[in-house]
């Protein structure tokens, strides 16, 4: 790949772009646009923005992905996690439905798109590996009670406020009185209908004879048919006269060029929820992607997906919209009818296009409780609350984190879960290596293999201590390794030699290195030979560097039997 290439991934796919790839693109972008327009109508409306806000931020940031973008089948847009992010930050400074309110929603798209694309330009992509997929589960499954909480307003018709669930519930139950029968009867039968449509409409087309292809689009397509059921009932019978909100006229045109607020005053106050947004959106999209390419055998190259993710943002800050990223559902949806590459997405955009230019008219009379149950059974689907359960049975240190991220984000908001889930998976991290795996080890009888003297039955030697440390050495654990090397000194008189068998050490920081020297010099005070065995080659290599090993009361051995053959006969 050329450097240019490297950055420009269109140049990559595109020259060798065939006949065959483009009937698959096309066909997987006329699916995946007819699920994109109500899907995105909907995501405007939960961040708090005019419907056709959604249309606009779906299609010059997927054109721009395109482009910029490594994976092949990733579709970029409004999501529901982001949309709701969208609506707290903007919240916070402006009121909603003012052009404030609008202009403060481009420069979170636009800091957004500025953060993404310098973390990977600095290739930093490997900042996703800092939120454990524990305390993200938590997160998203606290996110989907949110969202769907959220919509509960336009389902009853009521004008409840909240950013927790606690606001929420507490404002639908002061409005409760105030609820619209009909609204209700139009939301619920739709959300009825959805998960209908989810579970059980494919199995009686498929007993009607219909081909599994057409039924698979049928499924897809449900969205659609209760968005022209609703709107044809509200338009034939006057609905929207009698109590029921409707989306109202939606302006016919392209995304119009849009600028910016550059006031240094809101930026700083937009800075923070842009970088949890910036996250949440990259780890959200590198995980779809990653996982729909590892089915194809193909890779993304998570520094350059920062890249196309960050030049996205940048075209929905200057289009009319607000903040993207790969969105799950739509990216399987685009995975599963065949799309080959990116440029499927680039003939999403455009079926988008005509959509805008041509069909809005049509959505005049389309209820917003439809539009919410659209939001909530998208968002149901990511709640998972085993999640729970299971880490529970596993790690009691992970399921405290996915508790905690969980618990926050309800109680406090999503801005102080995402904080809460940032914060404990560096806490766990360090939690888990603060305490690392050390096993005192034996041979194997007959070979020359090592392994735990409490979990086999070995070979041990009498004034001779082999110590396996099953992690890397650095500041949080070094003050431990010193504290268990001498409280073992303390229980065993007759030691005379201790081996330190570093075969799954990857890295000894300074901090460690004066741990080191600091037992290397206990031993020595005392008579004790301090050895070290199967040191990898980096570290060895900075360790040349030092006075350690001129100084070390021992050897380094090449291999663990190697210091027991010579140790043991000492």
């Known amino acids: 790949m050329t450097p240019l290439a490297r950055y420009l ?9 065939t006949g065959a790839q483009m009937s698959s693109d096309l066909i997987a972008a006329v699916i995946v646009t007819i699920m994109l327009i109500p899907q995105s109508l909907a995501y405007a409306l939960l961040a708090g923005l005019p419907p056709e806000a959604g249309i606009y931020a779906s299609i010059v940031p997927i054109l721009l992905y395109a482009v910029f973008g490594t994976s092949r089948v990733l579709a970029v847009g409004p999501v529901a996690v982001v949309s709701l992010m969208t609506a707290v930050a903007v919240g916070q400074v402006a009121e909603q439905g003012t052009i404030g ?21 600095l290739r930093l992509g490997f900042l ?12 998203i499954t606290a996110s989907g009670v949110l969202i769907a909480a959220s919509q509960l307003k336009h389902i009853l018709g009521v004008p409840a406020q909240g950013h927790t669930l606690l606001e929420m519930a507490a404002s639908l139950a002061a409005h409760g009185a105030e609820t619209s029968l009909l609204t209700l009867a139009i939301g619920a039968g739709a959300v009825a209908f959805l998960f209908w449509v989810r579970k059980g409409l494919k199995p009686l087309l498929l007993r009607l004879g219909l081909p599994p292809g057409l039924a698979d689009f049928a499924v897809k397509a449900g969205p659609v048919g209760a968005v022209v059921a609703t709107t044809v009932l509200v338009q034939a019978y006057g609905l929207h006269t009698q109590g029921v909100a409707i989306v109202g006229a939606v302006p016919q045109s392209l995304p119009p060029l849009t600028l910016p607020s550059f006031s240094l005053e809101l930026l700083n106050t937009l800075l923070v929820p842009a970088l949890l947004i910036s996250v949440i959106g990259f780890v959200e999209s590198v995980s779809v992607a990653q996982t729909l390419a590892a089915r194809k055998r193909q890779r993304i190259d998570p520094d350059q997906e920062l890249i196309g993710l960050g030049a996205a943002n940048l ?6 919209g607000f903040p993207v990223t790969g969105g799950f559902a739509r990216s399987v949806v685009n995975y599963d009818a065949g799309a080959e590459t990116p440029a499927a997405g680039a003939f999403t955009a455009a079926g988008l ?29 990511l ?9 529970w049975v596993y790690s009691k ?10 618990l926050m984000t309800l109680g406090l908001g999503v801005e102080a879960g995402v904080s809460a889930g940032v914060i404990m998976s560096l806490l766990l991290h360090l939690y888990k290596t603060s305490r690392p795996h050390v096993a005192e080890v034996g041979r194997v009888p007959g070979t020359e293999h090592f392994r735990n003297i409490r979990r086999h039955k070995v070979e041990t030697s009498p004034g001779l201590l082999s110590l396996r440390i099953d992690e890397s050495l650095y500041f949080v654990n070094a003050r431990f390794l010193e504290n268990l090397v001498l409280d073992r000194l303390a229980r065993d008189k007759d030691l005379r030699n201790v081996v330190l068998m570093c075969s799954a050490v990857n890295e000894i920081d300074y901090s460690a290195l004066e741990n080191l020297e600091a037992i290397n010099q206990r031993l020595k005070e005392q008579g004790i030979g301090l050895h070290l065995s199967e040191v990898k080659g980096p570290v060895m290599d900075r360790l040349q560097k030092t006075h350690f090993l001129e100084e070390l009361n021992g ?3 090449l291999s663990q039997f190697h210091a027991w053959q010579e140790l043991s006969a000492a």
């Open 555 to 557: 050897r380094v051995y």
């Open 353 to 381: 296009a005509i959509a805008a230019l041509f069909l809005t008219p049509l959505v005049y009379f389309l209820p917003k409780a439809t539009l919410a149950a659209t939001i909530i059974v998208a968002v149901l689907s």
């Open 397 to 406: 240190a992970d399921f405290l984190a996915v508790a905690a991220t969980l």
């Open 383 to 391: 709640v998972d609350f085993s999640i729970l359960k299971r880490t």
């Open 315 to 320: 075209g929905a800050a200057f289009t009319g």
């Open 9 to 17: 991934p269109i140049l990559d796919w595109g020259r060798s772009y």
């Open 128 to 139: 996703a590996n800092f939120l454990s997929h524990p305390v993200i589960a938590g997160f």
């Open 101 to 121: 309110y609008a202009l403060a929603a481009l420069s979170l798209a636009l800091l957004s798109g500025v953060m993404l694309l310098a973390m990977g330009l």
